[in-house]
Structures are given as C-alpha cells and as structure tokens.
C-alpha cells in the first residue's frame, strides 16, 4: 500500500510531536515514537516519559497525536513510526490483509467490575432487555467499531435481535444529548462523559455491552510493524517493559497521576478527579485477546476467526 493512499483511506496522522523528548543521556538513545489518538487510557505512556522511565530504560520515547487508532496504525504500517496504539479491530482487518503488524504491549483492559463504557438510555426510557431495542436507533462513535460490536452482542445475549439495529455516528461527546433528546434510543458512553451523565442523572445504564463480549478481554494494544520489532527488539523490549512498569503504577495511583490525565486531556482537574478511570494491561495474554476475535467474526466484522496468538510479536 503507497503512503499517500494508506493515509487518505484511514485519516491523516499529525507528524509535530504532542511532547517533547526529554533531554538524551550522553548515549544516543534509540528513538520510539508511538503515534494515538490522546485520551486518559495514555497516561501510563505519559507518565512514563514525563518522569524520564523511558530515558532511564535506554529508550527515547515520543507521543505523536494522532486523529484515530486507523490513522496511527496506518502511520505504523508506512513507516512513519516506530509503533502505534490502536484499537483491537483496527488490527485484525490488517492481519487478515496480511500486514504484517503485531501487537507489542497490551493497553485498555476491560473488566466485569472497571468496564470503560456502559450501554445508556434516557433517564426515563422504559427498555429493560435486549428485545426492547430491536428497531431502534443506537449511536455509536464510529460504525462498525468496538462499541457497535459491545452492542450487538449485549442486545443478543439479553433476548433481542441485534439484525434488526439500526445504528448511526454520534462522537462520544455528543452521545448524551443524543439519548436524552430521543434522537436515539441507546448508546454506549464511556468517561468523562459517562460520570458526569451519572451523577446528573440524565441518562441510566441499561447494560454493560462490553461485558457482553466477555467478562475481561483487552480491547487495545501497541502495535508495530513485524519486521521493525526483529530489528530493534532491544530497544523494544526495554520500551515494553517500562510501559507495563508504568502501568501498574497508574493503575493503582489514580489520585496521584490526575493531574498527569488532565494535562493529557485538556480535561479539568475537578473533572478527572470524579471520573471513572481505565485499566491498562501489566501483561500480554493472548486468551485476552481471543474474545474480541471470535466476536468480530461472528458479527461478520471480520471474514474469519483465528488464533490469537498469531497477532503477536514473539
């Protein structure tokens, strides 16, 4: 695939750094920059440079903005960067074109008691199983994304006939008005949006769709291309394990990295403090993975189903 092609099918890349390197050790460090698309799950990554882990581990680590996990997967599979984090059906689309890109390190986890988004609907909205909302119109941030694939499967699994859905774009952050003002019957809505909707108690949640999939699967990773990754595999195994080092921190310290997430996100300080933070992975599972895979090929978001493993870098 030609660059200027890849890039125009999936969303342009921005190619300024959102953060600056930090200062390199008198050894020239190898350089690893990791395009995604900003949000509070980065705060791991984030943390990791701002607190020099990355330069102390032997590695020179830049973010670089990017408008989706396609874009920054795309920028991956060109060569414009080193490595990306995208979402999980971003990936199985290109191994199943044979791209050769593999999953490095894990990202969003997604459990039964920390899901990271919720199926909403009105505050006064009577649906209270799957068959309520056969027919009806569900927003999803983009179609044929994860949160499409979380609904279909939570309407199916709770007596309704997801076939019969009939689903349109809405952004996260105009999920809400959307519920409420009845232009949609139900929509999966994530943090901050999803915290703030709670407490004023303008939307309630009628399943958890993510959990529909399964009760813990990882529905994002870092990836990188195949052939990259065997070149530097040095330097990329000091870049994973910093991140997962990073990880368990943030994950257990959320009151202490808040003021990281909102200087990531441009999200008040107030507003991160209440949100519902999100749970990256410490470690790469392939059984995390499999849920996502047979899911998407049942739902015929992908031609087939595979191993799991075979996403992975080795």
């Known amino acids: 695939m030609r660059r200027r092609t890849a890039l125009a099918a999936f969303g342009a890349v921005a190619t300024v750094p959102l953060f600056p390197a930090l200062g390199r050790a008198q050894a020239p460090l190898e350089r690893i920059q990791v395009a995604a698309s900003p949000s509070e799950d980065l705060t791991n990554l984030y943390y990791a440079i701002k607190t020099g882990m990355f330069a102390r581990a032997g590695v020179d680590v830049v973010m670089i903005p990017a408008s989706s996990g396609a874009?920054?997967?795309?920028?991956?599979?060109?060569?414009?960067?080193?490595?990306?984090?995208t979402s999980l059906l971003v990936l199985l689309s290109a191994h199943l074109r044979g791209i050769p890109v593999s999953i490095v390190a894990p990202s969003i986890v997604n459990r039964a008691q920390n899901p990271f988004a919720l199926l909403q609907?009105?505050?006064?909205?009577?649906?209270?199983?799957?068959?309520?909302?056969?027919?009806?119109?569900?927003?999803?941030?983009?179609?044929?994304?994860?949160?499409?694939?979380?609904?279909?499967?939570?309407?199916?699994?709770?007596?309704?006939?997801?076939?019969?859905?009939?689903?349109?774009?809405?952004?996260?952050?105009?999920?809400?008005?959307?519920?409420?003002?009845?232009?949609?019957?139900?929509?999966?809505?994530?943090?901050?949006?999803?915290?703030?909707?709670l407490a004023a108690g303008t939307t309630k949640t009628l399943g958890d769709g993510y959990?529909?999939?399964?009760?813990?699967?990882?529905?994002?990773?870092?990836?990188?291309?195949?052939?990259?990754?065997?070149?530097?595999?040095?330097?990329?195994?000091?870049?994973?394990?910093?991140?997962e080092t990073a990880a368990a921190y943030v994950n257990g310290h959320a009151a202490e990295t808040a003021p990281l997430v909102a200087e990531l996100t441009k999200i008040s300080i107030a507003n991160v403090t209440a949100m519902h933070r999100t749970l990256n992975?410490?470690?790469?599972?392939?059984?995390?993975?499999?849920?996502?895979?047979?899911?998407?090929?049942?739902?015929?978001?992908?031609?087939?189903?595979?191993?799991?493993?075979?996403?992975?870098?080795?």
């Open 71 to 85: 874009a920054a997967t795309t920028a991956v599979i060109t060569g414009t960067y080193e490595a990306a984090r």
């Open 211 to 243: 959990g529909a999939i399964a009760p813990l699967f990882m529905g994002a990773a870092y990836v990188a291309r195949t052939d990259w990754a065997n070149g530097h595999a040095t330097a990329l195994r000091r870049f994973v394990r910093t991140l």
């Open 121 to 197: 609907i009105a505050a006064d909205a009577p649906y209270k199983t799957g068959a309520d909302l056969n027919g009806k119109i569900i927003g999803s941030p983009s179609l044929g994304d994860i949160n499409t694939l979380a609904t279909r499967s939570w309407v199916d699994k709770n007596g309704g006939d997801s076939s019969s859905l009939k689903f349109v774009e809405i952004p996260f952050i105009a999920m809400e008005p959307a519920i409420v003002e009845k232009r949609i019957a139900a929509g999966m809505m994530g943090s901050p949006q999803l915290d703030a909707s």
């Open 281 to 314: 992975g410490t470690t790469l599972d392939p059984a995390m993975v499999q849920p996502v895979i047979d899911a998407a090929a049942k739902y015929g978001f992908i031609t087939r189903t595979f191993a799991a493993r075979e996403l992975f870098w080795e």
